[in-house]
């Protein structure tokens, strides 16, 4: 009888790390996950610092945890994967972290390598969510350069290059030039290796890599066009004032592919496989193949776009996938679609499959704008007194409520219960995202009266729903115009489980929304995909190390690509479907929504208007 198989996947999110163990064929066997810290500067809040020593820490408790509560040898374990948020981290060319933190009494000045975070860990990652870098990125999108058509014109702050120039800038030049920086989830692979070898995701997606052969517009020459040669712009890089990278043949953000740089596709094999100082540090065994990282979001693509689409529907092929949104949505959401040619909001080349683009939407505030509308409302403390009570959660309650008031008031939907209150939800439009990528939205809403009473916030709770419900729609409108025919959505994340939300979604964009039998691990499940898939190829290589570019672009050919799909399909298990309404209260709901979608893009034009009107005067 052969051995069993099992695979693990790590995450790291904004606040925690995670591992899940898998078997060949997606089967759940443990989970755990593990706080990070983050460091907030008491001076500046804009900044958002973490440590890779803590993160790393966090990981291997994860991971030796599942083992010893699954009592799976690790020599069973044979291949893993990571996935992180797309935060900076940087550390000296023998891999010892730099401080990125300021000091505090000097706002030009950071930290020495003497002031460590907590537990030891210096404070060397720029999280995801830090604004420090608001100038640099201002800057940036001033040049009309070609690789601003790569991020939907507009460079956000958020990315890893205009972080890496406000670093050029405040770190002293020598200490800069010895520094190698990293996308967090090319960071934990090379933690685990040793290896410099960089993610496509990575790279395409947050560091101004543009795949060889893409075409570049620059609108700052009157639509020139240039041909990507080697993955990187140097005149991008020479105008925005990191000349020194171009110099150093863009060493320290990985180097040029087939000359000082390998770019790896989705889950191919990382260098030799774990370290011997990685593979104890886990608990696993030297050798355990590793594959090419992902970003967060896009491991929830891959963790659930290959499920069938129902019970009695056949197993997806590749192709299908372009018609799947996956939405994968937790503090914010991600929305991600795959297609043949570069659409919009990106595009990403290469980015999880050779030769095909990842096109990224997305809405900066959700689960986090659901908390906050909750938590601020006068009526809260009544809320959570009454959940300590009846030993309900906020959100049953709330549920309870909303039914009661649809009796009570003769509404024949929840949408009709809340017809006269309009919520447009940008509350946090520095990280507005799309369709708009307009950081000077801002929320609003319209239908207030005085009631502060826990029926106004149950209220309140349903048309914040209902406003990402529309805004998700804005967003699936405007891919479907530029040439998606998205069809269908595949969630993930803790979202997931909010029925109510589901069920407003389906009814909104009028599809089926499909949500995986356990949505919180969906995204972990998409990294142990790419273990499973690096351990196949290692296996089809005799375990022979990827060393050069030509051999990584050989192994992602057109021919294998298929290959990470199967590994999805296989392990991918059958979503439960939430269809639209069809009954006469369904359709009566839909006609609701439209006109209320209808209104809610007109408080985007009025307070556009509106912000005009003043700007003339102010």
């Known amino acids: 009888m052969s051995e069993m198989e099992y695979y693990i996947g790590f995450d790291v999110g904004t606040g925690s790390g995670r591992a899940c163990l898998v078997d060949k064929d997606g089967k759940l066997i443990a989970e755990h996950s593990e706080a990070t810290l983050t460091h907030r500067s008491p001076t500046d809040h804009r900044i958002f610092e973490q440590s890779t020593e803590n993160i790393w820490s966090s990981l291997s408790k994860c991971c030796k945890k599942i083992l010893s509560e699954s009592g799976i040898n690790p020599n069973q374990v044979k291949g893993i994967g990571f996935d992180a948020t797309c935060s900076l981290a940087v550390v000296n060319k023998k891999g010892v972290p730099v401080s990125v933190s300021r000091s505090g009494e000097n706002e030009d000045d950071l930290e020495s390598d003497e002031n460590l975070g907590k537990e030891g860990g210096k404070w060397n990652v720029i999280l995801w969510a830090d604004h420090r870098a608001e100038e640099e990125a201002e800057k940036i999108n001033s040049t009309g350069e070609g690789v601003l058509g790569f991020v939907g014109k507009t460079m956000s702050l958020e990315m890893e290059i205009p972080k890496t120039l406000w670093l050029s800038k405040h770190m002293k030049e020598e ?106 540090s886990l608990g696993l065994v030297e050798g355990t193949a590793v594959g090419s990282g992902v970003i967060d979001a896009y491991a929830g693509w891959i963790g659930t776009v290959a499920a069938a689409a129902g019970d009695d529907q056949p197993k997806p ?57 909750m938590q601020t409302h006068p009526a809260y403390p009544k809320l959570v007194e009454l959940s300590k009570k009846t030993g309900k959660s906020t959100f049953e309650l709330l549920g309870d409520r909303l039914d009661e008031m649809m009796k009570e008031r003769n509404a024949a939907t929840l949408t009709h219960l809340t017809k006269d209150l309009h919520f447009y939800p940008d ?3 520095k990280r507005n995202r799309s369709p708009l990528a307009d950081p000077r939205m801002k929320g609003s809403i319209v239908g207030l009266t005085l009631d502060d009473s826990l029926s106004d916030l149950a209220a309140k709770f349903n048309v914040t729903l209902e406003a990402i419900a529309l805004q998700t729609r804005h967003i699936v409108d405007e891919m479907n115009a530029k040439g998606h025919v998205i069809d269908s959505i595949y969630m993930s994340g803790s979202q997931a489980k909010n029925g109510p939300l589901m069920r407003l979604l389906s009814t909104v964009l009028q599809m089926p929304v499909i949500i995986p039998p356990q949505p919180s691990a969906a995204v972990v499940l998409g990294s142990a995909m790419l273990g499973k898939y690096a351990y196949s190829i290692s296996l089809e290589r005799n375990g022979k190390e990827i060393i050069n570019q030509l051999q990584a672009n050989e192994q992602a050919s057109e021919k294998d690509k298929n290959k990470l799909w199967n590994v999805m399909v296989s392990m991918t298990k059958t979503g439960k479907r939430i269809e639209p309404r069809s009954d006469n209260l369904g359709l009566k709901e839909k006609f609701l929504l439209d006109v209320k979608y209808n209104i809610f893009r007109e408080q985007v034009e009025i307070q556009k208007k509106w912000r005009k009107m003043i700007s003339e005067v102010a």
């Open 175 to 280: 200490r800069f030039k010895d520094t190698m920086l990293f996308d967090l989830p090319d960071w934990l692979t090379y933690n685990a290796t040793s290896s410099i070898a960089r993610s496509a995701c990575s790279l395409t997606c947050k560091c101004s890599f543009v795949p060889q052969g893409a075409k570049m517009v620059h609108e700052c020459d009157g639509g020139k066009e240039e041909i990507s040669q080697d993955g990187w712009s140097s005149r991008f890089f020479n105008k925005i004032g990191l000349e020194q990278m171009v110099q150093n043949d863009f060493e320290q953000l990985g180097g040029i592919p087939g000359k000082n740089g390998l770019v790896l596709t989705a889950g191919q094999p990382v260098g030799k496989g774990l370290s011997k100082s990685a593979a104890e």
């Open 317 to 373: 092929t590749l192709e299908d996938a372009s018609s799947r949104l996956a939405a994968i949505a937790g503090t914010s959401t991600c929305h991600i679609a795959q297609s043949k040619e570069g659409i919009l909001w990106g595009p990403y080349r290469d980015a999880v499959f050779p030769a095909l683009w990842m096109n990224e939407g997305g809405q900066s505030s959700t689960g986090q704008l659901i908390d906050f509308m």
């Open 427 to 429: 509350l946090h439009g």
